[in-house]
């Protein structure tokens, strides 16, 4: 395992893992599993589903079949962003 390069606000994206798609902007998306900071009263934080975009950016990088790539959280860039918050 091992992160790229930790640049603030970016996101490693396992080797093999599979381009996906938004179903809302239709952009190419990676998800990966990522570890919450823990809350009060937990030992370690719970695993959620992050989708990561690597558009229109220099430092992401796509994920091959051996190599792991970086991106940003979509939930940030998508144009649709808004109508993720609206459920949480
Ligand atoms: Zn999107």
């Known amino acids: 395992m ?3 390069t930790g640049l603030q606000g970016f ?3 396992p ?3 599979k381009p996906s798609e938004c179903d809302r902007c239709h952009q190419t ?3 990966i ?3 919450c900071k823990p809350k009060k ?7 959620s589903r992050l989708p990561i975009s690597i558009k229109d950016n220099i430092h992401a990088v796509a ?3 051996t190599t792991w790539g970086q991106g940003f959280n979509h939930f940030a860039d998508c144009i ?9």
């Open 41 to 47: 009263g937990e030992t370690i934080g719970k695993l």
């Open 11 to 13: 996101f490693s994206i």
């Open 15 to 17: 080797a093999g893992t």
């Open 80 to 88: 649709y962003a808004e109508s993720f918050r609206r459920n949480t």
């Open 33 to 35: 599993e990522h570890r």
């Open 63 to 65: 994920p091959t079949d």
């Open 29 to 31: 998306i990676y998800w």
């Open 2 to 4: 091992a992160t790229i």
